[in-house]
């Protein structure tokens, strides 16, 4: 059973917003710190945010401070990723990642981390 499972990718123009979802299938995730990365066609995987098993510290990359907000509902197993301001480098396949280690305004460890299959997130200009 695949223990993470993204949702919520499309295709929208600049400026837009999609909201991405990340499911966990055991009540370990929802206690856990989750991050959320993302890689474009011919580039490394890369940081994009990061949320706190309880949901009260967060940290984002430089790219998408102001424009995204993650945030986590534990009750539903849920950690979310709202994107706004869309813009088209921000086009890339999306994926969570839990548990990782993590540290206020640092880039979290995934030595550990389940990921999931990741979702297709375009961006028109």
């Known amino acids: 059973q695949v223990p993470l499972v993204e949702s919520g990718g499309g295709l929208v123009q600049a400026g837009g917003s999609l909201r991405l979802s990340c499911a966990a299938s055991?009540?370990?995730?929802?206690?856990?710190?989750t991050g959320w990365f993302r890689q474009a066609p011919g580039k490394e995987r890369e940081f994009v945010a990061a949320i706190d098993w309880s949901g009260t510290s967060t940290t984002y990359a430089d790219s998408v401070k102001g424009r995204f907000a993650i945030s986590r509902d534990n009750a539903k197993n849920r950690v979310y990723l709202q994107m706004n301001s869309l813009k088209p480098e921000d086009t890339a396949v999306y994926s969570c990642?839990?548990?990782?280690?993590?540290?206020?305004?640092?880039?979290?460890?995934?030595?550990?981390?389940?990921w999931g299959q990741g979702t297709q997130v375009t961006v028109s200009s």
């Open positions: 990642a839990a548990p990782i280690r993590y540290y206020s305004g640092t880039i979290p460890g995934t030595q550990n981390a389940y």
């Open positions: 055991t009540r370990t995730f929802s206690t856990a710190g």
